[in-house]
């Protein structure tokens, strides 16, 4: 049964730091390039993070960049998010998933709120 969990999402201040996780299980980990999602209240859902099954490549939304950084442990099947510097627009539910050509798969998402 494939699973992708996250946690580390809550409130935070603007100009603070969380660090996302999410663990997945069920399926090859390093075989799968891994990326992160979000949607906010309303907006489509876009695209803030991918990573390549080793690693070596890494691309980021406009929005993000310079502020975020995506990584992996494929020891521990886990793709990690850290993100700086929040803003208020930061606010959103975060999802991990992962892809492997025609293959998807997503995980339930963890919320975000950037508030002082």
């Known amino acids: 049964q494939v699973q992708l969990v996250e946690s580390g999402g809550g409130l935070v201040q603007p100009g603070g730091s969380l660090r996302l996780s999410c663990a997945a299980s069920g399926f090859t980990f390093s075989n799968y390039g891994m990326s992160w999602y979000r949607q906010a209240p309303g907006k489509e859902r876009e695209l803030v993070a991918g990573?390549?099954?080793?690693?070596?490549?890494?691309n980021y939304g406009d929005s993000v960049k310079g502020r975020f950084t995506i990584s992996r442990d494929n020891a521990k099947n886990t793709v990690f998010l850290q993100m700086t510097n929040l803003k208020t627009e930061d606010t959103a539910v975060y999802y991990c998933?992962?892809?492997?050509?025609?293959?998807?798969?997503w995980g339930q998402g963890t919320q975000v709120t950037v508030s002082s």
């Open positions: 990573i390549s099954s080793t690693g070596a490549s890494r």
């Open positions: 998933s992962a892809r492997r050509f025609a293959t998807m798969y």
